[in-house]
Nanobody, 118 residues
Framework: QVQLVESGGGLVQAGDSLRLSCAAS?????MGWFRQAPGKEREFVAL????????YSADAVKGRFTISRDNAKNTMYLQMNSLKPEDTAVYYC??????????????WGQGTQVTVSS
């Protein structure tokens, strides 16, 4: 069983930055971030492969968001720069015990709210 604990959401202005964190317990091979805006379906944001650090990101966030990991802490990060109001959503950490590209999560975090005001 894998548990995911997220932190780092908040209210910011357009153009600001935020960093989300997700600490995992247990062995995982793929971790990622999804987001869900009000009235919309949950969508993929980015993922990272734990073995070699390869990353994949959605077009909407390329060049602005960076996903990374700290193997020693078993923690994943999402550095979000140049935030836009359309980035407003609940952000969910996700994990899988296999290499999963595109990502099919087995586990989900509780979600953290990111709100970007214009």
């Amino acid at each position: 069983q894998v548990q995911l604990v997220e932190s780092g959401g908040g209210l910011v202005q357009a153009g600001d930055s935020l960093r989300l964190s997700c600490a995992a317990s247990g062995r995982i091979y793929t971790m990622g971030w999804f987001r869900q805006a009000p009235g919309k379906e949950r969508e993929f944001v980015a993922l990272i492969l734990w073995s070699d650090g390869r990353t994949y990101s959605a077009d909407a966030v390329k060049g602005r968001f960076t996903i990374s990991r700290d193997n020693a802490k078993n923690t994943m990060y999402l550095q979000m720069n140049s935030l836009k109001p359309e980035d407003t959503a609940v952000y969910y950490c996700a994990a899988a015990r296999v290499i999963s590209v595109p990502m099919a999560p087995e586990y989900w975090g509780q979600g953290t709210q990111v709100t970007v005001s214009s």
